[in-house]
C-alpha cells in the first residue's frame, strides 16, 4: 500500500502530465503547448524569435522574419547616450527608470 507522500507524488505527476492547473480555485485543463527554445536570430537586426515565429513561407531549416525589421527594410536609430544608460546602468535614476518604465510608456 502507497503511503500518502506516495500518493501524493503520484498526483502531482498526473495533474501535470495532464495540464490541470487550479485557477480561482477551480482545476482547469490547460493543454501544455511548448514553444522549444527562442534560438532563431533575424539576420537584419539580430531580434530572437521561436522558430513557429518565421513567416509563413520561409523553412524551418532557412526561417526568416518580418516582425522585427520587415527583412531589414527599418533600421531603428541608436538611442541616445541618456536613454541607453536609462536602460543599462545600474544607478537609482535607472533602477527608477525601469521600475516605473510603464507610465512612461503610456505618456
Ligand atoms: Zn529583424
Known amino acids: ?3 500518502p507522500q506516495e500518493i501524493f507524488e503520484e498526483a502531482k505527476k498526473i495533474k501535470h502530465k495532464l495540464g490541470i492547473s487550479l485557477i480561482d480555485g477551480q482545476y482547469i485543463n490547460i493543454e501544455h503547448h511548448e514553444l522549444g527554445r527562442v534560438n532563431q536570430i533575424c539576420t537584419h537586426c539580430g531580434a530572437k524569435f ?3 515565429e518565421r513567416n509563413y ?4 531549416t532557412f526561417p526568416s522574419f518580418a516582425m522585427c525589421c520587415a527583412g531589414g527594410k527599418v533600421s531603428l536609430l541608436e538611442l541616445p547616450s541618456y536613454l541607453l544608460d536609462l536602460y543599462t546602468s545600474s544607478s ?3 533602477s527608477s527608470f525601469l521600475k516605473n518604465i510603464r507610465a512612461y510608456i503610456k505618456f
Open 57 to 60: 513561407n520561409s523553412s524551418q
Open 92 to 94: 537609482s535614476e535607472s
Open 1 to 3: 500500500m502507497s503511503s
Open 50 to 52: 521561436w522558430t513557429d
